[in-house]
């Protein structure tokens, strides 16, 4: 993969990589590990596995995902590839208690993880996806979690990290610790970042 290609995969990865959006900055890049951007630069579309496909979000205990707030993106590029480049998914909660255990080494006080997949009718989507257009030069990934809180946000520091599995080899960093106060001005978190719903 060439640089440009390098450069178009990490800008979908920040498109989507925070709890809010329009962090695609220094601040962002400056947590996301070197080994994820070598990692998401490497990835090929047809190894990516539909019923392994996860996002996860280590967010602190006054944030938690939106109701139909965490995604992915996957756009492919290639010779004769035009039309029907781009799929969006919104996943669904991963409520068995096995789907965290993998992250475990993750657990911090005073956070918390959500684990989310793809729907039964969404793997079906992707698996067709990939089979249509497997032979992609290159494939980019974008994830993101859009948060509410169940606490007003005060003026602590909110750190979050977002984590993405594509294949059975575990998950992997996307960003770490980043404080959401550091790439969002205090009136676009106020936007943003609404009360949760009542349960």
């Not at 178009?8 to 809010?20: G, N, Q, R």
């Not at 959006?21 to 601040?27: D, I, L, Q, Y």
């Not at 550091?182 to 009136?187: C, D, F, W």
Request: proline share 6%.
């Amino acid at each position: 993969m060439n640089h440009s290609s390098q450069t178009a995969t990490l800008a979908a990865l920040l498109v989507m990589v925070a709890a809010v959006g329009g962090c695609a900055s220094v601040a962002v890049m400056s947590h996301v590990p070197i080994a994820t951007i070598s990692r998401l630069t490497a990835l090929k579309l047809a190894n990516i596995g539909p019923e392994q496909l996860r996002v996860a979000a280590r967010l602190p205990e006054i944030l938690e995902p939106r109701r139909d707030g965490v995604k992915v993106r996957i756009d492919v590029q290639g010779p004769g590839i035009r039309d029907g480049s781009t799929l969006e998914f919104i996943l669904e909660a991963a409520i068995d208690s096995t789907e965290l255990a993998p992250l475990s080494a993750h657990r911090r006080a005073g956070s918390q993880l959500w684990v989310y997949r793809l729907s039964p009718r969404d793997i079906e989507r992707l698996q067709r996806f990939i089979t249509d257009r497997g032979d992609a030069s290159s494939v980019s990934i974008a994830a993101g979690v859009d948060a509410c809180w169940r606490n007003p946000l005060g003026s602590a520091a909110l750190p979050t990290t977002t984590f993405l599995r594509t294949d059975a080899t575990g998950f992997f960093v996307l960003a770490e610790d980043l404080d959401l106060r550091s790439v969002v001005s205090e009136r676009d978190l106020a936007t943003k970042i609404q009360p949760c719903p009542s349960k």
